[in-house]
Nanobody
């Protein structure tokens, strides 16, 4: 499975961005998708995850009510809509593919290259 993340950029506090993660290859073998992020000097952390059908989602407490994960299986693409952004959201955002919808990064076998999100105050 190959993953290509895009949509990052620089916004001010309170702004919005939508990240996309396009998948190709044997996507059926790793149907769940997750978004993680890594700020400078910090460990990579879970943000959100979604199952194959889109009927089950899970979010980190820090983004609940602000971020929404969704997917379009016809386009093999997963999205992360990020609203009410704050400087603490600044990080490189990575999409990942795995068999199960988990919050643990070790559960994901395939990773995209990351896209930078910068939120200025």
């Amino acid at each position: 499975v190959q993953l290509q993340a895009s949509g990052g950029g620089r916004v001010q506090t309170g702004g919005s961005l939508r990240l996309s993660c396009a998948a190709s290859g044997r996507t059926f073998s790793s149907p769940s998708r997750g978004w993680f992020r890594q700020a400078p000097g910090k460990a990579r952390e879970f943000v959100a995850a979604i199952d194959w059908s889109g009927g089950s989602t899970v979010y980190a407490d820090s983004v609940k009510g602000r971020f929404t994960i969704s997917r379009d299986n016809h386009r093999n693409t997963v999205y992360l809509q990020m609203n009410s952004l704050i400087p603490g959201d600044t990080a490189v955002y990575y999409c990942a593919a795995g068999l199960h919808t988990r919050t643990d990064l070790l559960a994901y076998e395939y990773w995209g290259q990351g896209t930078q999100v910068t939120v200025s105050s």
